[in-house]
């Protein structure tokens, strides 16, 4: 029932930053998160952030990439800075209620960092 669109991506020169937004259409659950997939590769956890503000990054972006949530708003972002090539990959919003579920995804959004 949930439904999540991303907007934000784009193509980057390395150093540069962009900010990644995930609207819901309906209230966000408990745990909001983005994931990234790269050509070739699994998806993988790039950042969440719970209800209750707890946040956790992967240490390919820590101190880079900072998650967001704005209830009120039923929004999501991801503030990239340092974007580097290594962070190419097309990132997905998802929410669950549990970190054990699978949840609701959105389609992605391609972000490409390249000189």
């Known amino acids: 029932q949930v439904q999540l669109v991303e907007s934000g991506g784009g193509l980057v020169q390395p150093g540069g930053s962009l900010r990644l937004s995930c609207v819901a259409s309906?209230?966000?659950?408990?745990?909001m998160g983005w994931y990234r997939q790269a050509p070739g590769k699994q998806r993988e956890l790039v950042a969440t952030v719970t209800s209750g503000g707890t946040t956790n990054y992967a240490d390919a972006v820590k101190g880079r990439f900072t998650i967001s949530r704005d209830n009120a708003k039923n929004t999501m972002y991801l503030q990239m800075n340092s974007l580097k090539p290594e962070d190419t990959a097309v990132y997905y919003c998802?929410?669950?209620?549990?970190?054990?579920?699978?949840?609701?995804w959105g389609q992605g959004t391609q972000v490409t960092v390249s000189s």
């Open positions: 309906g209230t966000m659950l408990r745990i």
């Open positions: 998802n929410t669950r209620f549990l970190s054990t579920m699978s949840g609701y």
